[in-house]
């Protein structure tokens, strides 16, 4: 019967099904262990205090045990730093680990340690007490209070900023309780002492509390806020138990418990009852003074969630909350609700009974509210034939509607696949349908991710037609970079295990798996890697990481980037211990050393100067000498540098007349042009002096003057060079070379 489990509390239900049959049963007693479950169907941490269970004093210290929440163990560790106050867990899944000198040591659900951070001087000096992890606006929060009873918190354990919070006046011993809320983006304390309540802010205010509680309630020794932070109880000294709101302005009861024994916890049942424990017994109390009481086998640990309370036990894994009012529409005896016809019209239908029609026509005006109730109450459903019958119910009312619109249904069966893998034991993430809609979809995908589920997270994102950008590709990216931190697996199997998988998968970078390689040490692995990486400008800096010097301006003239090439260069010229021995490894590489004297001809002319003088191109080197000269205003300094410049063309000599028939010809000095033209032992040709020549009218009358008809000829051949005048009076000037004849 669907409600046989449901336990009425006031006007609405309350059902406690069963998630899991813990796997540590037998091994685990969790009396004996403290306890850190994180909420949206996370993993379970204990720590187990060998000097409580040993027959004499030891120093040993405890273990770390994490298990998911099907109890099967992931990770565990002796614990080898500070005393721990506190354990908790972020909203990413990673556990805090709060030591009494204000320390807190992050690790991820494997133990693999993470980072470390410190509350402040004042909780290294003085010690704390007591801390607490809190939901904050802006992420996860911590709030330690010291032995000198002052409050320290961040609200983001990922961008630590330590906020004081006001002193509590006139406390001078350990509060009997004291709670974080967080309201209007800010977090703040509500701290009892005796039968006073005070509220402590950021601000440096404090502000005491006047609580609508009987006068003879005694003081207040535990409090709970409401997973929204809206509500809060109170639990007193005589057993009261006040429900109202977090600002303490709304009382909705004062329940007398009858128990004057302090609750080992005080929760809230998603965020319509307050939840006790005391020993084996659990007390649920409504806001209207109702309750319902469970009678447990065994220690159990209460954690609360958006929308109920999960109960981990030493053999079971159980969940209490609230009927769904979609699900109490449907399933309440009686019920006349569109969806409860809708259902009974489905069974008797399977049943070939023709009931169903009846139940049909009873609703056939309401007929898509019924639909969409029995889409909705499947999402409410964990097991998987209550969520068949109900689904099945929806696609039987459908049929008599002709234009019903599809969406809801598909999607609530692709959501409902996906819950249920992720729920089987072997996954053991107990998410509710609300839960995935608070938590979304990529989320739950990166929490299958830090849980290695590779597989099945990929398969759930083909299955919902996630963009291989943001599914397969991104996990099996994550999935390559576990592989390589896997040290006893052949680097070179390895490698090739990695490129056959992820050679056809977009949008993969190889360079980042290799860089977690590298930070694994196992650089000849990131090397191979970098191989399969199709983009230069990735592989280029990991390379020059690696040191693989070589390789790197290889790939990067291989690129034809020259930014990238410029890049290289630079980095290898500020690590050689020389210039000789960098102009040494590039002069192999023409485009390298090309695009570095271009750099230096712009940037310093004396060190492309130094690569010539190293080369032993005594032209080059005496150009550079000459175009520095221009650059310095001392004359002496200037002459002595082109003094310089002529011993490096004498040892040129070829060009250097080269270059001096250009500078006498571009100044004009033809007399000398001439003597330089009847030096029988020049080092250089007609063919390069007369082109020269050409350069200005004076070329053709040189070669009259040397009664040379083919000189003469062999400038005409080239007056496509000159300007049109020019070209015009050399022609003219052929009957002077005949009358010299």
């Known amino acids: 019967m669907a409600t046989a489990d449901w336990n009425p509390l006031g006007d609405v239900y309350y059902r406690k099904y069963e998630l899991y049959a813990m796997e540590w049963t037998g091994l685990v007693d969790l009396a004996k262990h403290t306890v850190a479950a994180s909420s949206y169907g996370g993993p379970i941490a204990l720590m187990k205090d060998e000097s409580k269970t040993a027959r004499v004093a030891t120093t040993v210290k405890p273990v770390i045990s994490v298990y998911n929440a099907a109890g099967k163990l992931l990770a565990q560790m002796r614990w080898n730093s500070g005393n721990i106050v506190t354990l908790g867990w972020s909203s990413t899944e990673e ?11 992050v690790y991820d659900m494997f133990m693999t340690f993470k980072r470390t951070f410190g509350m402040g001087q004042e909780a290294k000096d003085v010690k704390i007490l007591d801390a607490k992890v809190f939901p904050s606006f802006q992420g996860t929060g911590i709030a330690v209070m010291t032995t000198a009873y002052r ?44 039968l006073e309540l005070h509220l402590v802010d950021q601000g440096g205010q404090y502000q005491q509390q006047q609580p609508e509680l009987s006068e003879n309630a005694g003081p207040i020794i535990e409090m709970a806020v409401s997973f929204n932070s809206k509500y809060l109880a109170l639990c007193t000294q005589k057993g009261v138990l006040w429900i109202g709101s977090a600002d303490l302005q709304k009382k909705y009861c004062e329940f007398n418990t009858s128990c004057t024994k302090r609750p080992q916890q005080l929760v809230w049942c998603g965020n319509g009852a307050v939840v006790g424990l005391w020993d084996k017994l659990v007390l649920v109390v409504g806001p209207d003074k109702d309750w319902i009481r469970y009678n447990m ?55 070939r009974n023709q009931k169903a029609d009846e139940y049909i026509r009873m609703i056939k005006d309401k007929l898509d509210v019924g639909v969409n109730q029995c889409i909705q109450a499947a999402g409410y459903e964990v097991e998987p034939t209550k969520q068949r019958m109900l689904l099945r119910a929806a696609s039987f009312g459908k049929c008599f509607l002709t234009d019903y619109r599809p969406e809801a249904f598909v999607n609530m069966c692709q959501m409902l696949r996906v819950l249920n893998q992720v729920r089987h034991h072997s996954v053991g993430i107990p998410l509710t349908y609300t839960q995935l809609e608070r938590l979304s979809m990529p989320v739950l995908i990166d929490r299958l991710v830090l849980r290695k589920l590779f597989g099945l997270s990929v398969r759930i994102c083909q299955f919902l037609k996630v963009p291989d950008a943001e599914g397969r590709s991104r996990i099996l990216a994550h999935w390559a970079c576990f592989k390589v931190q896997q040290k006893h697996e052949d680097e070179e199997k390895l490698a090739r295990a990695i490129s056959q998988k992820l050679v056809d998968v977009p949008g993969v970078s190889f360079s980042e798996i290799a860089s977690q390689a590298l ?28 040191g693989q010097d070589q390789a790197a301006l290889t790939k990067a003239i291989d690129s034809g980037d020259t930014d990238l090439v410029y890049t290289v260069l630079l980095h290898l010229r500020d690590k050689k211990s020389s210039a000789g021995d960098f102009f040494m490894m590039i002069r192999t590489m023409p485009i390298a050393c090309s695009l570095y004297i271009q750099y230096c001809r712009q940037q310093n002319i004396k060190l492309v100067e130094d690569l010539y003088y190293q080369e032993d191109n005594s032209l080059e080197e005496g150009y550079c000498k000459v175009i520095r000269s221009y650059t310095l205003d001392n004359f002496e300094e200037r002459a002595k540098l ?84 020019v070209a015009d009076q050399v022609r003219a000037m052929r009957t002077q070379l005949v009358s010299k004849k």
């Open 297 to 351: 086998d065994c220690s159990v640990h209460l954690l609360q969630e958006e929308d109920g309370l999960r109960i981990i036990g030493n053999e079971t894994h159980e969940f209490l909350q609230k009927v769904p009012t979609v699900t109490e529409q449907i399933f309440k005896i009686g019920s006349m609700e569109p969806g409860a016809m809708l259902f009974e019209a489905s069974k008797e239908f399977q049943k």
């Open 642 to 725: 082109l003094e310089d410049a002529v011993n490096c063309f004498h040892r040129c000599k070829h060009e250097y007349w080269i270059m001096r028939i250009f500078a006498l010809a571009e100044a004009g000095d033809w007399a000398e042009l001439d003597k330089f033209s009847k030096v029988k032992k020049a080092p250089v040709g007609m063919e390069v002096r007369v082109p020269l020549k050409l350069l200005f009218r004076e070329a053709a009358e040189a070669a009259i003057e040397n009664k040379s008809e083919d000189d003469f000829d062999y400038v005409v051949s080239r007056l496509g060079l000159a300007e049109r005048q």
């Open 519 to 546: 930070e694994q040490g196992r650089k000849q692995l990131a090397v191979r890697l970098l191989d399969y990486e199709v983009r230069a400008s990735e592989q280029v800096p990991l390379l020059l990481k690696m």
């Open 95 to 105: 556990l805090l680990c709060i030591q009494e000198d204000g320390v807190v040591l």
């Open 151 to 194: 409050v320290f918190l961040v609200s983001n354990v990922d961008s630590i900023r330590i906020v004081r919070l006001a002193e509590v006046p006139g406390l001078n011993e350990r509060p009997s309780c004291w709670a974080i809320v967080t309201a209007d983006r800010q977090a703040r304390a509500l701290v009892a002492k005796g």
